[in-house]
């Protein structure tokens, strides 16, 4: 894809990472915690489609979905193995990656993956539902709104203009990851993939992020062979932005198990 922002972060030349960023967020989001790690990966991330300074999001009539589109512009920055982070809907992305392709990871870091199929729930079901009628109707701010009240800890209307306008396109790029998240399209969940992967690795979670994100977590540690997990206490779901610090004590200490 052309048009395609790319940030990078330098350290350790033998320590490849990437870094996949949640939906309404950017690449950028992860430079408090580059620096925290403090050059012990050589730190990559992009920008997703429709998201910082990339290029908007364009499906074709017959293209990929949003959810395939991200992993294959991810996995086409795989060069060799690597340490692969994911916060949110990055997250599912790497797991999805990671479990196409275990031997391309070195180690693997989910920070709330979002992957509602592995752990379904009538909440979550709920703002979906109220979404989908919202965006129906053409109220996309009053959908954005809802959307960022559970996911972010945010108050649309308190944002500077820029930003909450930006929010209010993109939360039809939410709802269209919905075959992906909630359906598993994407068969992450398939028999055999989860167990495939022998690398470490990490789940982590905000103490204070929506009952769903634990019981995603624990669904998918259940499978995973090398598995650690991690509570950030006072954290929610925007941990890598809210405690930077913690969430890159606990990257690295993910990378000394690889």
Known sequence: ???????????????????????????GGWAPVAAALAGAVDLRAFDMPGHGRSDPW???PEG????????RLAA?????????????FGATVALRIAVAAPEAIRTLTLIEPVLFAAAPSAEQDALDARLAELLEAGRDAEAASAFLAVWNGQDLDALPPPIRAQMVRQIRLVAETGPALRGDSARILRE??????DAPVLIVAGGDSPPVIHAIADALAARLPDVGRALIPGAGHMAPMTHPAQVAGLIGANLERG
């Not at 990929?64 to 992993?71: L, Q, R």
């Not at 086409?76 to 949110?88: C, F, N, Q, T, V």
């Open 192 to 197: 055999g993939g989860l167990e495939s992967l």
């Open 76 to 88: 086409a920055m795989i060069e060799r193995p690597l340490d692969l982070i994911g916060h949110s």
């Open 64 to 71: 990929p979905d949003y959810h395939t589109a991200v992993t």
């Open 58 to 60: 364009q499906p074709g």
């Open 1 to 27: 894809m052309s048009g395609l922002n790319i940030r990078h972060w330098p350290g350790d030349p033998d320590r490849p990472a990437l870094a996949l960023h949640c939906m309404m967020g950017s690449a």
